[in-house]
C-alpha cells in the first residue's frame, strides 16, 4: 500500500521538454493526431495528479520546464533546491503555456502569472517559493537526508508530510535584481489588456532604468511568436476563472489548432529555428503583433472542427480535493 506520490527526475534535469521534439517530428511527417493523442494523454496525466486524493511530493532539482511543470506543480507538495531553473518557454517556439499551466500561473501573486508565461522568465528556487510555485526550499546537500525520513512516511497525512519536509527546509535569499522583488512593475505593465499595450509599458519602464530583467523581458517578448504571445496573454486570462479541468481542456483545444497549421505555421518555424537548425532565428507569420486581430487569436480556442477529432474527456473524479494550486 502506498500513502503518497514521490517523484523526482532522473540525472540533472527533472524534466527538460523533450516531449516537443517527438511530437513536432510526427506532425511534420503528416501524422498530426500522433501530437493530439500525446497531448490528450499528457492533459489527462495532469488532471490526475491535480486532483489525486493522496498528496504528491514532488524533488525538483535542476530544469523544469514544459512538461516537467505539469508533472510536479499540480502536487500538493512542490520541494525545489538551489540548482532549479523553472521555466514555461513555448512562445519562444511558437507554442503557448499548457500542461494546466494558464491554470497555474493565473493564481500566481498579482500578474506574475502573465510574466512568467509571456516572457519565458527562468526562475531560481528562492523566486519559485516566494511567488507559490514551491511550497518548500530544501538545500541539495540535505534532499538525501529528507529522502531517507519520507521513505519511512506510513501515513497520507498531508499534515505529518508538512511537517517532515520542515525539518529539512530553509528559506532561501531571493537574489538582487531578481523580477519578484518588483512585483508593482509587473503589475503595472503586465496587467495592461493587450500584449502590445504591455510591451510598451515594459519599454516605457526600460527607459527609466528599471532594471536588467526588464530589459531581457523586453527583448524576450519581441524575439516570440507574435501570434502565440496574444493567444497566451487570452489563456492565462480565461485561467483565473476557471477550474484546472476547464484550463486543460482550452489548452487542448489551442495545442490542437497549432498542430493542425490552421491560422499559423509558427510552432514548426520555432522548433526548426530553436531545435533542429539552432540559428535561434525564426521567421515568424503573421510577424508582427499589429498584424494580428482577435479573429485570428479567436479561431484557437474553439473545439476543432474534423469529424475524427474528440474534445479533450477528463475522466470523473470523486470524493478528490481540488488543486493544490488553488490554495494560492
Request: include cysteine.
Amino acid at each position: 500500500m502506498f500513502y503518497y506520490i514521490w517523484i523526482q527526475g532522473k540525472g540533472k534535469a527533472f524534466c527538460a521538454g523533450g516531449d516537443v521534439s517527438t511530437v513536432f517530428h510526427n506532425v511534420t511527417e503528416g501524422n498530426w493526431r500522433f501530437g493530439a493523442k500525446y497531448l490528450w494523454n499528457l492533459y489527462t496525466l495532469n488532471y490526475i495528479i491535480a486532483t489525486f486524493c493522496k498528496p504528491q511530493v514532488s524533488i525538483l532539482n535542476g530544469i523544469v520546464m514544459g512538461g516537467g511543470a505539469g508533472a510536479s506543480i499540480h502536487g500538493r507538495f512542490r520541494v525545489v533546491t538551489e540548482n532549479v531553473v523553472f521555466a514555461m518557454p513555448e512562445t519562444e517556439i511558437g507554442l503557448s503555456p499548457d500542461v494546466g499551466s494558464s491554470y497555474f500561473l493565473s493564481r500566481l501573486p498579482g500578474f506574475f502569472g502573465e510574466y512568467v508565461g509571456l516572457t519565458g522568465a527562468r526562475l531560481d528556487g528562492a523566486e519559485m517559493l516566494a511567488c507559490g510555485l514551491a511550497t518548500h526550499f530544501v538545500p541539495f546537500a540535505r534532499l538525501t537526508l529528507l529522502e531517507e525520513a519520507l521513505n519511512k512516511v506510513n501515513t497520507a497525512d498531508p499534515a505529518i508530510i508538512s511537517a517532515i519536509i520542515d525539518e529539512f527546509s530553509q528559506q532561501p535569499h531571493l537574489r538582487e535584481g531578481c523580477a519578484y522583488h518588483r512585483l508593482d512593475i509587473i503589475d503595472k505593465c503586465f496587467s495592461r489588456r493587450t500584449v502590445e499595450e504591455i510591451l510598451s509599458a515594459l519599454e516605457r519602464e526600460a527607459a527609466n532604468k528599471g532594471g536588467a530583467w526588464i530589459s531581457k523581458a523586453v527583448q524576450s517578448l519581441k524575439k516570440a511568436s507574435p501570434i502565440s504571445l496574444k493567444i497566451s496573454l487570452r489563456s492565462i486570462r480565461e485561467g483565473r476563472l476557471q477550474g484546472v479541468g476547464q484550463c486543460l481542456i482550452r489548452e487542448y483545444r489551442i495545442s490542437c489548432h497549432m498542430l493542425r497549421k490552421e491560422v499559423s505555421k509558427d510552432f514548426f518555424e520555432g522548433c526548426r529555428a530553436i531545435l533542429l537548425d539552432k540559428d535561434r532565428n525564426p521567421k515568424w507569420e503573421p510577424s508582427r503583433l499589429e498584424l494580428i486581430s482577435d479573429q485570428m487569436v479567436d479561431r484557437y480556442f474553439p473545439k476543432v472542427d474534423d469529424e475524427e477529432w474528440e474534445d479533450l474527456a477528463l475522466p470523473v473524479r470523486s470524493n478528490s480535493p481540488a488543486s493544490a494550486m488553488s490554495k494560492l
